[in-house]
């Protein structure tokens, strides 16, 4: 395992489901489809950056679902049909992937934080115990969430409306991290045209 991998980088790496079911109304893009560097789009930059982790990418799609997938052809991508519920919906679709398929670790990122670094989620598997971890910037509870196993089923028979909620009660390590892009959301227009110093555009699909 390279120095720079997370725990279980082998069949028991964790697995990271990105959250990309949205529709991006404000933005007036998909946030999948959102551009981030040259031709890549924030799910892809994403993707990399987590596999460059050792995790195994899913993507949670809705609004524009084939549209996304058509972009992302070697991202795994499950549909949430509910994604209209909010995203809680989508954090079950993709726990349910993740422990059907024998995840020890599963974390939980939204596709608009596409700045989150791959050191940051090795530092943050390998912190992670007993029900998960989060990240903590500046002072700032960031994203991705860690869960553990345990943690993932406690999420999914929660009686919640939101992720914050469901994770209310339990035993989460906080892991204090050098990396902005744990909190930095690109979730209005002003943001991204700050940053990118362009208005919101998505990627070329084919």
């Known amino acids: 395992m390279s120095s720079g991998a997370a725990e279980g980088s082998g069949p028991d790496r964790p697995w990271a489901i990105v959250l990309a079911a949205g529709e991006g109304r404000r933005m007036g893009v998909t946030k999948a489809l959102l551009r981030h ?7 892809a930059r994403l993707a990399a950056m987590f596999e460059e982790a050792s995790c195994r990418v899913v993507a949670v799609v809705g609004a524009e679902a084939e ?3 058509a972009a992302h052809p070697n991202v795994q991508a499950v549909v949430n049909p509910r994604w209209t519920e909010g995203q809680l919906s989508s954090v079950h679709v993709g726990l349910e992937v ?3 398929g024998g995840a020890h670790l599963v974390l939980i990122h939204p596709v608009d934080m596409p700045e989150l670094r791959a050191e940051t989620v090795v530092r943050l598997c390998r912190a992670a115990a007993g029900e998960g971890a989060f990240p903590i910037f500046d002072g700032q509870r960031g994203h991705p ?7 993932a089923r406690e999420v999914l028979k929660a009686d919640a409306d939101t992720l914050a909620d469901a994770t209310f009660r339990m035993h989460l390590q906080s892991v204090d991290v050098p990396d902005p ?6 979730n209005t227009p002003d943001i991204y045209e700050r940053v990118f110093g ?3 555009a998505a990627v070329d699909v084919k």
């Open 37 to 43: 560097a040259g031709a890549q789009s924030f799910l």
């Open 67 to 69: 549209r996304v997938r």
């Open 98 to 100: 993740a422990l059907k």
């Open 145 to 151: 969430l860690v869960l553990t196993a345990a943690g």
């Open 181 to 186: 892009g744990t909190v930095v959301n690109f």
């Open 198 to 200: 362009v208005r919101p």
